[in-house]
């Protein structure tokens, strides 16, 4: 039951009652305390009063009536402060509450309009309650700005938790949380969620699990090992080099001899008749040129160095490269670099297929590398990120792209030992710019902790959902930017599909429960349901692993129309699960539309 009375300024405020008689010293607190950030309520609670005690409940708002001015607080603990509590009548409590922002009627309406910092702050005695719905839409109306739906707050399950989607990837996001959370699922949401509302984005998936495909059937195609077509000369000489060293560290004069020579071999493919003479100039190539050459000429002037009586001293060095690109040659993990035997400048149709240009309805491609190694996934991620960020570039803004790293802390780990660096490079220049020529960054992961914080501060939205580590809690807290810190203090006990979002996407933080989305739509799913019919596991096809184990070549999909599109009933593992894909049309009109001609792309074009 709700009884009107009159505060103090004349503001009407509805408080909820039980009996219209009851003291409403029992609804009611009054501050005692104040040190402009926080704020120590007293109230009263009676035994057997579970509906009244609940409005003083931690992780709830209340409302502070100061006449024209409600200060809003967030009740971060309760205590009664002699410890005991008498069955029979009240109990004085004290309630801790941190100071957030300040509501206030505007308009000739009354609307409430809410404004973080504090202005005038609480005085003692004055009267506190519980927040009304009104008051409480208004702490996180994003004020018009484009915005989705992801759930309900945690508080009012009525009132829709909404983030506004522009800032939210313009800005870059980030979503932590442990295992088991449901933080795979969350970020399924959120790319529905963000699909719907920016027709007109590209995603790219970074999928260490194999799980982000299944769960997006009607958006997504998918690449793998087996079927991705990434030329070997789309790399630069770090990442080349990266392939050839399997990962260990590179030897500087076998690069110097790469830097010298693959130059050479491309000025050999644009000019098979010209010799191997290179000019000065606009038309100079250099190592990372992104223009096709062939394996042949490169080991074929490593061949003529070595005869060469000035480099006798040089000949261990090129014998132990020229051993390095033919083992890489023969390396069947390597064979989506080298497995073409038709050298052809395919970059239109490479990139078209990998960052959906045209999109052909589905938007997203999911990069699968469960099982490929190490050395492959770092030098992939870093070609793959670099062209993402190249292309937003070059199209001038008009190829809106963004890169989901799942497990993030793999490519960009704090540790600037471990892990690949042009990477991380190639990362940080997409968190640090990529926003100003449309390319965001997406970043899931279990441990904040273990990831480079420059990328961390650059996501300027933040989920986080559970965590249990003090060292990752201790991340996120300093990542947070507004007075709602204690919010943070839920991190270790929230439920499943729960998170706290802050940051520039949404109006103030907020503690949500994520959208239930259909079971057949969790990522994952279909791996769990095999693993459900798999009985007792006598029919495990051992032929079958063995030849994964050993990866062994398969017939390799159409090298120009390599992604595939998503099948839900069949999943990795399966036999069936490898088909050819059938090559997708690419739009004649893909250079005007995008202004992506060899003349531009990577800064230092061939001119052929």
Not at 9 to 22: A, F, N
Not at 400 to 408: N, P
Not at 474 to 498: K, N, P, V, Y
Not at 573 to 585: H, L, M
Request: aromatic share 6%; glycine share 8%.
């Amino acid at each position: 039951m709700y009884i009107e009375r009159q505060a103090v300024g004349g503001e009407t405020t509805s408080q909820e009652r039980r009996d219209p008689g009851q003291d409403e010293a029992r609804i009611l607190g009054n501050v005692v305390q104040c040190d402009g950030a926080r704020a120590v309520i007293s109230a009263y609670a009676e035994a057997g009063s579970e509906s009244v005690i609940g409005l003083w409940t931690v992780g709830r708002m209340i409302c502070i009536n100061l006449g024209e001015t409600r200060t809003i607080g967030l009740v971060y603990s309760i205590a009664k402060s002699d410890r005991s509590w008498s069955s029979e009548g009240e109990n004085p409590i004290e309630v801790n509450v941190e100071l957030i922002g300040e509501v206030r009627d505007v308009g000739p309406d009354k609307r409430p309009m809410f404004d973080r910092g504090i202005t005038a702050y609480p005085y003692i005695g004055a009267v506190a309650h519980r927040i009304r719905s009104r008051d409480l839409q208004a702490v996180y109306d994003l004020a018009g700005r484009h915005s989705v739906t992801i759930g309900q707050l945690s508080q009012d399950e009525n009132i829709d938790a909404c983030i506004a989607i522009d800032e939210t990837l313009a800005r870059h996001f980030a979503v932590v949380g442990t295992t088991g959370v449901g933080k795979s699922t969350a970020v399924s949401l959120l790319l529905r969620k963000t699909i719907a509302a920016r027709p007109d984005l590209r995603v790219l998936i970074m999928d260490p699990h194999n799980e982000f495909a299944a769960s997006l059937p009607e958006y997504c195609v998918k690449i793998d090992s087996n079927s991705l077509d990434l030329p070997f000369w789309l790399f630069r000489l770090e990442e080349f080099a990266e392939v050839l060293f399997r990962g260990r560290e590179t030897d500087a004069e076998e690069i110097d001899v790469l830097r010298d020579l693959v130059p050479v071999a491309k000025n050999l493919y644009r000019n098979p008749n010209g010799g191997a003479f290179l000019r000065r100039g606009v038309d100079a190539l250099t190592a990372d040129t992104p223009v096709p050459y062939r394996i042949a000429d490169l080991i074929k002037q490593i061949d003529e160095r070595m005869g060469l009586l000035e480099s006798k001293n040089e000949r261990p060095i090129l014998k132990s490269l020229r051993t390095r690109i033919e083992s890489a040659l023969a390396d069947p993990r390597y064979r989506f670099m080298f497995h073409s035997r038709l050298i052809e400048d395919t970059i239109h149709e490479t990139i078209g297929n990998i960052f959906r240009v045209p999109t052909h309805g589905r938007p997203v491609t999911c990069f699968e590398m469960a099982g490929m190694p190490s050395e492959v996934v770092n030098s992939v991620c870093s070609v793959l990120a670099r062209l993402a960020f190249d292309l937003a570039l070059w199209s001038e803004g008009r190829l809106k792209l963004l890169l989901l790293c799942e497990e993030a802390h793999r490519y960009m780990p704090a540790d600037h030992r471990l892990g690949f660096a042009p990477t991380r490079h190639a990362l940080s220049r997409i968190a640090k710019e990529g926003r100003k020529y449309g390319c965001y960054l997406g970043v899931v992961t279990q441990r904040p902790g273990e990831l480079d914080p420059t990328i961390l501060s650059q996501c300027s939205t933040v989920f986080a959902m559970r965590l249990a580590n003090e060292q990752d809690q201790a991340i996120i807290r300093s990542a947070i930017a507004d007075s709602s810190a204690s919010t943070l203090s839920f991190l270790s006990s929230m439920g499943q599909r729960e998170a706290i979002a802050f940051g520039e996407g949404v109006a103030t933080t907020m503690r949500l429960k994520f959208e239930k989305l259909p079971v057949e739509l969790i990522p994952g799913t279909g791996k769990r349901a095999t693993e459900a019919q798999s009985g007792n596991g006598d029919d495990v096809d051992l032929i079958a692993v063995v030849e994964r184990l050993r990866n062994v070549p398969k017939p390799q999909a159409a090298a120009l129309g390599f992604t595939e599109v998503v099948d839900a009933q069949r999943q990795a593992g399966d036999s069936d699960y490898r088909k050819p894909a059938g090559k997708q049309p690419l739009d004649d009109d893909f250079d005007t539309r995008f202004g992506l001609r060899p003349s531009t792309f990577g800064g230092r074009p061939p001119q052929g």
